[in-house]
């Protein structure tokens, strides 16, 4: 709501203080065994600003149309936030939950393995980024041959 507010100098409303309880939840959950407490306060700081900057965005594109900024907080989290858990795990957090393999992040000083773990996770982004367009690509295609084109235009539609 903060960041909102310093942006647009107006109120932001209910939707962002949801949207801020959203984002902290879809930061957290994947990685809150492997972080410390202090690790998932700066996580939480930062998802405020990252998320308006990816709503901002997506809602300067015609084609695409997000009144709640779900997908703003769902992409922010998995391409952006992604190289984050590489950078703030911690062994000991890890261990603790049963993943005592996962290496320290690159600020609990993990190193060249740490920086393995980020490659491994931006590649695996990547990967996921172009299988799910494929397969949304190819749901598309074979929807609007089903049905013989996808459109909006109702205007043209006899009414029945």
Sequence with gaps: MFTQYYVTKTNPGLIYAANGVLIGLIIITPIAGFVSPASSVILGL?????????????????????????????????????????????????????NANLPNGLLFGGGIVAIQQLGLEMLAVIIIAIVVFAISYASLCLIGLAMHGITNDYKNEEKV
């Design 46 to 98: 930062l998802g405020g600003p990252l998320f308006v900057a990816g709503e901002r965005f997506f809602n300067r594109q015609k084609w695409f149309s997000d009144p709640v900024g779900l997908f703003s907080g769902t992409f922010t989290r998995r391409d952006i936030w992604s190289s984050y858990d590489s950078i703030l795990y911690s062994k000991a957090f890890a261990a603790a939950s049963g």
